[in-house]
């Protein structure tokens, strides 16, 4: 099956909050902390198409949506971050999160004069694996004392252009 990277509009509105949801569900109180969250994002890009194609992207294998991710660029040219980035549980482990992870950095460094790109993700997911396999480095860790504490530390990436 061919992976697809296609444009937010494409999709019903509701599909990167079912996305989030299910890339999350290996653990409820990931939902319980940020499904409000999860559901203004998606309102969010679904009242701003031309924002959501131009800076985010749902990822497909076949036909089926299997993941998202999306950027905040109002920080350039100093930096670029990097906000959602999810694959389903389903396809979790197969590469697909680093595929999707890499198209968006080949995006993101189309942008003219761009000096970083940053995310912050926590230290009790895969993420931080995935953010070094494809160049990120460590900045900051900080102590997570909000109610996603269960989550871990937060970890701050960046990756010079």
């Known amino acids: 099956m061919c992976l ?3 444009k937010i509009s494409a999709f019903s509105r509701g599909i990167l909050h079912q996305l989030l949801v299910d890339g999350y569900s290996f653990d409820n109180r990931w ?3 940020f499904e409000k969250d999860w559901l ?3 309102n969010f890009f679904f009242d701003n198409l ?3 194609d131009q800076y985010g992207f749902i990822t497909v294998l076949g ?3 299997i993941g998202h991710i999306s950027w905040d660029p109002r ?3 100093e930096y670029v971050s990097i906000g959602h980035n999810c694959i389903t549980s389903r396809y979790k482990g197969n590469g ?3 595929r999707q992870l ?3 950095i080949d995006r993101i460094s189309r942008y003219g004069g761009l000096k970083k790109i940053i995310v912050t993700t926590n230290s009790n997911l895969i993420a931080p694996h995935n953010y070094e396999s494809v160049g990120f480095q460590l900045c900051q860790r900080r102590k997570n004392e909000s109610n996603s504490a269960f989550s871990g530390d937060y970890l701050d990436y960046e990756m010079k252009l």
Do not use: L, N, V
Request: hydrophobic share 20%; charged share 40%.
């Open 40 to 42: 203004e994002f998606d």
């Open 96 to 98: 697909y999160g680093k």
């Open 63 to 65: 036909d089926e949506p």
């Open 50 to 52: 031309s924002i959501a």
């Open 75 to 77: 920080s350039g040219p």
């Open 31 to 33: 939902r319980t902390c």
């Open 4 to 6: 697809k990277f296609e």
């Open 102 to 104: 890499q198209e968006a």
